[in-house]
C-alpha cells in the first residue's frame, strides 16, 4: 500500500462498529472448538490409554465411553464442518473469506508479510481489518478447511474399519484412504500427527486472538460472541473491498 | 487316463446323490437355472486336476510349512485329489533339468489354463542374481512361468509385500510380485505365513467355484481379510472396559486382558487370526499373550516396535513416535508463545513510556 | 586338470565328466550342485553352491534388540522359531538377563518339538523320495506289507492289510490319473531305488501319516506361541502367562487345559518316534546295507555348542554335550567357546564377499559382509545364465566358517557322536540298540563308528535325536508343572525390560541346537540399538565352500568317491545332500546396501 493510499484513507473515518460474524458462523465457531477439545482429549487417551481399571470387564466401559466420546465429537465436527461450507454460500461475504484465499493478490501478500513483521515486532503498527487478517487467514484457511478435511477423512476411514466392508464409512473413506497411506498403522500414525499440528495451532489461535483483542486495532474474542467488529482508531480500514 | 473332479469325490465316498446335489448347489451359488446342473455335473465329470506351480523366490519356506499343516482340506488331499502340484521344489521328486522340464511340459500342455502360485519374490539388485534357479535370476523363472498362466496367487506377505527381505534398507531390493507382473490377475494372500486353512480355502474356493474369490481394493480375499484381528478379538471386552496388560507376566496378563498397550497391532491388521485362529483352530498369537505384529499388513517391519502403541517416525531419530514429535512440538509452539507474550508485554510498557497517549492524539 | 589335495584329505580331480544339478530340490532355498564323475561315474570332485541371499542382518542395523527375533525368525520357516529362540538368548546373554525356570521350559519344550516336528517332515517329505519309490509301491502286495508292518513295529496300529490295500489303490487312481504332480519327472526306474514294493508301499503309508499327524505335533508351538510356523518370542522369558485357577483362568493363556493340550500332543510325538520313525528308518537303511556312501566329515570332523541343559545356565548339565572331534579320533574332545575369537571364524575366499585379507578368517563378532559377485576366469555361461560353476575363484553365496581353521560337519550326527563319545547313557542306549537292529535285519555285523560314519548314519542320527527329544519333553512338562505346583507361575523377567536399564554397550552370543546342526548369533548393541548382528548356522557350516587352505566342506566331503548309477539323474546326489537337511534361506548372509539395480523389468 503506498503512502499516498494511506492518507487518502485517513480522509474516511471507518463505521465504528460492523457486524461481521453472523449467529450461525458464531455457533460453529464454539461447537467447532469444544469439538476439537474432545476430539484431542479423547484421541490422546485412544492412543494412550489410562491405567487400567480392575475387575470384570462388563463392569467397565471406559474405552468405549471414551471412543464414542471421539466418534460422537467427530460427526459434530464434520456436520459442522458441512454445514459452514453451506453457510459459507448463504451468509455474508465474511462467512466466505476462510474458504476463499486470494493467493493471487500481491497486495494481499503485502498484508501477510506486514503482519509477519508486526508479530515480529518490526513495525510499529498492524494494519486494521474488518474481516481476518491476511496471516490469520493463511494459517486459519490451511488449518481449518485443510486440516479438518484432512482429519475428517482420516478419522472416517479409521471409522470405517471398525464399521467394515459393506458400510458407507468403509465404502467411502477406508477403502481407498487405508491403501494410499499404505496400511491401516500410517493412517492412525498421521491422524495422530495432524492432531499434534492443530494444537499447536490451537495455542497460537488462542494466544494471538487474545494478543490482538489487547494490542491490534480492532475487537477480536468479543466479535465471535457478539458478532460485532468493534474499532480502537477511526481510521480507515485496510480490507475494505 | 486323467482323474476328474467327479471321480475323486466319488472315491472319496461321496455318492452319486449327493454329488448330483453339489452341482445343484453349485448351479444356484453361481446364479445358474436348473437347466444348467447336467453340464456342471458332465464339467466335473470329465475335467482333469488344475495344474499348478508353486515357485520360490527369496523366501523362508513358511508359506509352504503352512500349507502342510492345513486340517480341513487335509494338504494331501488338496496335492493327491484336488490340484496337480506339477512344481514346487521344497516338495518335488524331481531336480536339476528334470525339474526344469517340468515347467516346460506344463506351460506347453496347460498354455492359460494352470495357475501360478508364488512364494517369496524376486530380488532385482544384482543383476538378479541373489536368488538363482538353474543358473539364471529367479526373476526369469517368474516372468516365463507367469507369461502363459491363468492366474497368480501371490503366497504370504513376501509376495504380496515384499516383507522382510524388503525391509529398510531392503538391500537386495526384493520387489513384490505385482510390481513385475502386470497383465495377470493375482490374488493376495498376505501374512508371514499366511493361516493354513485361508491357504487352502483360497485354492478350493477357485476350484469349485472356477472363479478368482472376491478381492478387496489390494487384491486379498475379501472372505479372510475384511476385518482386523481386533474386530473379533475374545480379549476386545477388555479393550472396551480399558483393561490393558501393562507389563510381561502381570497380574493383567494372566487374567488375559487387552494387549493394547503392549503394542498389540490387532488394531491395524487384517487377517483372520481371531475368526479361523491357527493350526486347526488351536490358538492364536493374542490367546497365546502376545500381541499380533501385525504380520499381514504391508511394511509391517518398518512400522516401530512390536511393542510400541505408537508407530516409530525414523525422519525424526530413531525413539520417535507421533506423540513424542507432536508434544515437542506444542511445546516449542507453547514456548515461543510465553516467549512472544512477555515480549510483547516489553514493547507495549516499552511503547506506553515514550509515547503516552499518541494514539489518543489522533483522535 | 590334476588332482588336488585338499588338507582335509580329500583328492579332488576335475578332469571328469561335469554333472550340474540346479535347482537341488526337496531343500529350503536354493542350492546349486555341481560334480565330476569318472570313467567309472564315480564323483570325484564336488562343487556346493548357495544361491540365494537376503541380507537380513543389515536389515537388522539400528533396530530395537527386543524385536530381533521376529526377524530372525523370518530367516527359516522351516526350521521356524529356533533363530527366534537364539536371537533371545544372545539379546539376554549381552543384557545379562536370566529367565525364570518356567521360561527355561517351555522353551525346551518349544525348542523339541520343533526337532520332532522339523525331523519327521524332512525324514518322509524331503528325503523319503531318495530311498523310497513310490511307483514301485504298486507292485506290492497289501498282505505281505501288513506282515512287514506287524514285524518292523508291532505297536503300530495302523497296520491291516486293507489300510495299505486302500492307500495303493489311491496312489495307483493318483498314477493313472497321468497328472503325477509332486512325483512328476522322478527316477523312478533308476536302479540306485533298492527297497522292495512292500517296503515303498509302507513308506508311502508313512509317507501320508506323518503328513497328516505333523500338523498336530506343531500345535505345541500354537499354545505357547500363538501359531506355527513363525511362533512368538519374547526376551526375558515366554509371552504365555500362566494361571491354573485365579480369576479369569479361562482366558489366560496358560491353563490346565492348555497344559494337557501340550501334553496329548507330546505323548503323540513320542509313539509316532518310537513306533513309526526309528522302524521306518532301520528298515529302509537295512535294504540299503551296502550304500553306506556319504561319510565325509559325518562322525569324522564334527562340532556342536552343546544344548539341552538340565538346570538352565549350567553347561555342564547339557542332554546333548558340545565339543569338537577332529579327524576321526574319537579318544579326544576339544571345548568349544563361541566367543573365543581364536575359535569360530568365517572366510570368504570362495565366496561372493569380499575382506581385507581375504587369507584370514572372521570372528562373527567382527563379521565384515562386502558383496562382490563374480564368477573365476574358468567359468562357463554368462553372468546371469552360470552353465558351469569356477570352484577355484569364488561361487556361492554362502561363506566359509571354521573352528580353528578345520572344516567341520555340524547336525544331528554331530550331536550324537559327542554324547556317544562322552557317554550319554541315553545316546549309547540308543545308538548301540539301533546299530545292533540294523546288523540283525541286515545280516551285518558293523560297529557303530562306520555305521555312524555315512549317508545313512546321518539319516539315524537324526531319528534317534527326534527320539530324544520326544522323551525329553516328557521330562520338560513333568518338571514344568511340578514348579506350577511349588506356586511358581512366573514366565517372565522384566527387571531389564526397559532399555533405560541396559549399559551403553554390550555384545552377547546365543547357541541353539537347531535341527540342522550348531546355530549361533552374534549381537553388538550400543545406544539400546543393534550394531552389528552375524548368524553363523548350520548350513553355513555343512554347505560352506572351500577355505583359504583349500579345505572342502562336509556337503562336498559327504558326495566324494560316491558312485553313481546314472550321472543324469542324480539319485545319489540328492540322497547325500538331503541327508544334511540343507537350509539355504539360512546360510546365506548378507550384503550392503548398494548394488546395482537390474533395469530389465519395469516396476510400479
Not at chain 2, 513358511?62 to 493327491?80: N, Q, T
Not at chain 2, 493383567?252 to 503394542?263: E, H, S, V
Not at chain 3, 555312524?452 to 539315524?460: A, D, E, F, K, P
Request: glycine share 8%; proline share 6%.
Amino acid at each position: 500500500m503506498s503512502t499516498g493510499q494511506q492518507t487518502e484513507h485517513e480522509l474516511y473515518r471507518s463505521e465504528p462498529a460492523v457486524y461481521v460474524y453472523e449467529a450461525p458462523v458464531r455457533i460453529w465457531h464454539w461447537v467447532n472448538a469444544l469439538c476439537i477439545t474432545v476430539l484431542c482429549v479423547t484421541g490422546y487417551f485412544i492412543g494412550s490409554p489410562l491405567p487400567t481399571m480392575p475387575g470384570e470387564a462388563s463392569d467397565h466401559f471406559l474405552m468405549g465411553y471414551i471412543r464414542f466420546a471421539h466418534f460422537a465429537a467427530g460427526y459434530v465436527l464434520a456436520i459442522g464442518f458441512l454445514y459452514r461450507i453451506l453457510w459459507a454460500f448463504l451468509g455474508n461475504h465474511h462467512a466466505r473469506q476462510l474458504f476463499v484465499v486470494p493467493i493471487t493478490n500481491l497486495n494481499w501478500w503485502k498484508g501477510v508479510m506486514h503482519e509477519a513483521k508486526w508479530y515480529a515486532f518490526l513495525t510499529k503498527e498492524p494494519h486494521k481489518y474488518v474481516g481476518h487478517n491476511p496471516l490469520a487467514l493463511l494459517f486459519m484457511h490451511v488449518m481449518l478447511v485443510w486440516g479438518t478435511v484432512f482429519m475428517i477423512f482420516t478419522g472416517f476411514a479409521l471409522y470405517g474399519e471398525g464399521t467394515g466392508m459393506g458400510s458407507w464409512q468403509f465404502e467411502w473413506f477406508s477403502s481407498w484412504i487405508i491403501p494410499l497411506f499404505g496400511q491401516s498403522q500410517d493412517v492412525h500414525t498421521w491422524h495422530h500427527l495432524i492432531m499434534w499440528v492443530i494444537i499447536c495451532f490451537i495455542i497460537m489461535h488462542v494466544y494471538v486472538a487474545i494478543r490482538e483483542d489487547i494490542m491490534s486495532r480492532q475487537s477480536m474474542v468479543s466479535t465471535m460472541i457478539s458478532g460485532w467488529r468493534t474499532f480502537k482508531d477511526n481510521r480507515a480500514v485496510d480490507d475494505e473491498d | 487316463m486323467t482323474e476328474t473332479f467327479y471321480e475323486v469325490m466319488r472315491r472319496q465316498g461321496i455318492t452319486r446323490r449327493s454329488f448330483m446335489k453339489y452341482c445343484s448347489l453349485t448351479a444356484t451359488a453361481l446364479g445358474l437355472g436348473p437347466a444348467f446342473v447336467p453340464k456342471i455335473a458332465h464339467a466335473m465329470e470329465t475335467k482333469p486336476r488344475i495344474p499348478i506351480l508353486w515357485l520360490h523366490g527369496l523366501e523362508c519356506t513358511c508359506c509352504s510349512e503352512s500349507f502342510i499343516r492345513s486340517a480341513h482340506p487335509l494338504a494331501k488331499d488338496v496335492i493327491l485329489s484336488m490340484v496337480s502340484l506339477d512344481y514346487d521344489d521344497t516338495i518335488m521328486a524331481a531336480a536339476g533339468h528334470q525339474a526344469e522340464a517340468i515347467i516346460e511340459e506344463t506351460i506347453e500342455k496347460y498354455n492359460g489354463n494352470y495357475i501360478l502360485a508364488v512364494e517369496g519374490n524376486p530380488p532385482l539388485n544384482q543383476d538378479g542374481m541373489s536368488c538363482i534357479i538353474g543358473g539364471k535370476p529367479f526373476l526369469d523363472q517368474l516372468t516365463h512361468a507367469a507369461e502363459h498362466c491363468k492366474a497368480i496367487i501371490s503366497w504370504g506377505s513376501c509376495a504380496s509385500y515384499g516383507c522382510v527381505q524388503a525391509a529398510a534398507p531392503n538391500p537386495t531390493q526384493a520387489t513384490p510380485v505385482h510390481k513385475v507382473i502386470h497383465n495377470k490377475p493375482i490374488i493376495k494372500v498376505p501374512g508371514c505365513p499366511p493361516i493354513a486353512e485361508v491357504m487352502t480355502a483360497v485354492v478350493t474356493y477357485i476350484l469349485t467355484f472356477e472363479r478368482m474369490p472376491e478381492l478387496d481394493r489390494q487384491g486379498r480375499p475379501k472372505m479372510f481379510y475384511s476385518q482386523r484381528i481386533h474386530d473379533k478379538c475374545y480379549r476386545r471386552p477388555h479393550f472396551d472396559a480399558g483393561q490393558f496388560v501393562e507389563s510381561w507376566d502381570d497380574e493383567a496378563a494372566r487374567k488375559g486382558y487387552c494387549l493394547y498397550k503392549m503394542g498389540c497391532k490387532g488394531p491395524t491388521t487384517y487377517n483372520a487370526c481371531s475368526t479361523i485362529r491357527w493350526n486347526e483352530g488351536t490358538s492364536f498369537p493374542i490367546q497365546a499373550g502376545h500381541g499380533c505384529i501385525g504380520c499381514s499388513e504391508d511394511g509391517f517391519w518398518d512400522k516401530g516396535s512390536w511393542y510400541a502403541r505408537l508407530t516409530d517416525i525414523p525422519q525424526f531419530g530413531v525413539e520417535a513416535n507421533a506423540d513424542k514429535v507432536g508434544a515437542t512440538a506444542a511445546a516449542v509452539v507453547g514456548t515461543a508463545t510465553a516467549a512472544h507474550i512477555a515480549a510483547s508485554a516489553v514493547k507495549r510498557a516499552m511503547q506506553k513510556d515514550a509515547q503516552p497517549g499518541s494514539q489518543k492524539g489522533d483522535e | 586338470m590334476s588332482i588336488i589335495k585338499t588338507p582335509n584329505g580329500y583328492d579332488l580331480d576335475s578332469s571328469g565328466r561335469r554333472v550340474v544339478v540346479d535347482p537341488v530340490t526337496r531343500i529350503e532355498g536354493h542350492m546349486r550342485c555341481e560334480v565330476n564323475v569318472d570313467d567309472n561315474n564315480v564323483i570325484r570332485n564336488a562343487v556346493s553352491s548357495g544361491t540365494m541371499w537376503r541380507g537380513l542382518e543389515v536389515i537388522l542395523k539400528g533396530r530395537d534388540p527386543r524385536d530381533a527375533w521376529a526377524f530372525v525368525e523370518r530367516i527359516c520357516g522351516v526350521c521356524t522359531g529356533c533363530h527366534a529362540l537364539t536371537s533371545v538368548r544372545a539379546v539376554e546373554d549381552a543384557l545379562g538377563i536370566r529367565i525364570p525356570p518356567n521360561a527355561h521350559l517351555i522353551r525346551e519344550i518349544m525348542a523339541k518339538t520343533l526337532q520332532v516336528h522339523d525331523h519327521v517332515v524332512h525324514f518322509y517329505h524331503l528325503h523319503a523320495l531318495d530311498w523310497v519309490n513310490p511307483v514301485n509301491a504298486l507292485k506290492a502286495d497289501p498282505k505281505a506289507t501288513s506282515q512287514l508292518q506287524q514285524m518292523v513295529s508291532p505297536a503300530h496300529p495302523m497296520s491291516s492289510p486293507g489300510y495299505f490295500r486302500d492307500i495303493q489303490t489311491r496312489i495307483r487312481k493318483f498314477v493313472e490319473s497321468g497328472q503325477l504332480g509332486p512325483f512328476k519327472n522322478g527316477y523312478w526306474d533308476n536302479p540306485a531305488y533298492k527297497l522292495p514294493p512292500e517296503a515303498d508301499l509302507m513308506a508311502v503309508a508313512h509317507y501320508l501319516e506323518a503328513l497328516d499327524l505333523q500338523k498336530d505335533f506343531v500345535k505345541v508351538h500354537t499354545v505357547f506361541g500363538g501359531k506355527n510356523p513363525h511362533p512368538n518370542y519374547l526376551v526375558g522369558g515366554v509371552p504365555c502367562a500362566i494361571n491354573m485357577d485365579g480369576d479369569l483362568s479361562a482366558g489366560a493363556p496358560l491353563n490346565m487345559e492348555r497344559l494337557n493340550f501340550v501334553k496329548a500332543r507330546i505323548n503323540e510325538m513320542v509313539a509316532f518316534c518310537n513306533n513309526v520313525l526309528i522302524p521306518d528308518v532301520l528298515a529302509i537303511a537295512s535294504f540299503y546295507k551296502d550304500w553306506l556312501y556319504g561319510g565325509g566329515l559325518g562322525a569324522y570332523s564334527v562340532m556342536d555348542y552343546g544344548a539341552y541343559p538340565k538346570v538352565n545356565y549350567d553347561k555342564s548339565t547339557d542332554q546333548l554335550p558340545g565339543g569338537v572331534i577332529l579327524n576321526g579320533n574319537w579318544n579326544e574332545v576339544f571345548p568349544v567357546d563361541p566367543r573365543d575369537p581364536e575359535q569360530v571364524q568365517e572366510f570368504v575366499a570362495h565366496s561372493w564377499y569380499s575382506y581385507p585379507d581375504e587369507k584370514m578368517g572372521l570372528h562373527p563378532w567382527d563379521g565384515v559382509t562386502e558383496p562382490n559377485f563374480k564368477l573365476g576366469p574358468n567359468f562357463k555361461g554368462t553372468k546371469t545364465n552360470i552353465q558351469e560353476m569356477d570352484e577355484a575363484a569364488k561361487y556361492s553365496w554362502i561363506k566359509a566358517p571354521r573352528w580353528r581353521g578345520h572344516a567341520v560337519e555340524v547336525g544331528p550326527l554331530s550331536r550324537y557322536t559327542l554324547a556317544y563319545v562322552q557317554g550319554v547313557d541315553y545316546v549309547k542306549n540308543q545308538v548301540d540298540t539301533s546299530v545292533a537292529a540294523f546288523n540283525k535285519l541286515a545280516g551285518t555285523e558293523l560297529g557303530a563308528k562306520s555305521v555312524l560314519q555315512s549317508t545313512i548314519g546321518r539319516t539315524l542320527a537324526r531319528a534317534l535325536e527326534a527320539q530324544y527329544c520326544a522323551d525329553m519333553m516328557v521330562d520338560d512338562w513333568t518338571e514344568l508343572m511340578g514348579n506350577i505346583k511349588n506356586g511358581d507361575t512366573t514366565t517372565a523377567n522384566m527387571e531389564k525390560w526397559d532399555p533405560k536399564t541396559w549399559p551403553k554397550e554390550a555384545k552377547g552370543v546365543g547357541t541353539v541346537a537347531a535341527p540342522r546342526g550348531a546355530l549361533g548369533h552374534w549381537i553388538k548393541i550400543k545406544d539400546g540399538r543393534i550394531e552389528n548382528y552375524q548368524c553363523v548356522v548350520p548350513t553355513t557350516w555343512n554347505g560352506s565352500p572351500r577355505d583359504p587352505a583349500g579345505n572342502i566342506g562336509a556337503f562336498e566331503a559327504s558326495l566324494m568317491n560316491t558312485p553313481m548309477e546314472r550321472p543324469d539323474e542324480p539319485v545319489e546326489i540328492l540322497r547325500s545332500l538331503h541327508s544334511f537337511d540343507p537350509c539355504l534361506a539360512c546360510s546365506t548372509h548378507v550384503m550392503s546396501e548398494d548394488g546395482q539395480e537390474l533395469v530389465r523389468v519395469k516396476v510400479r
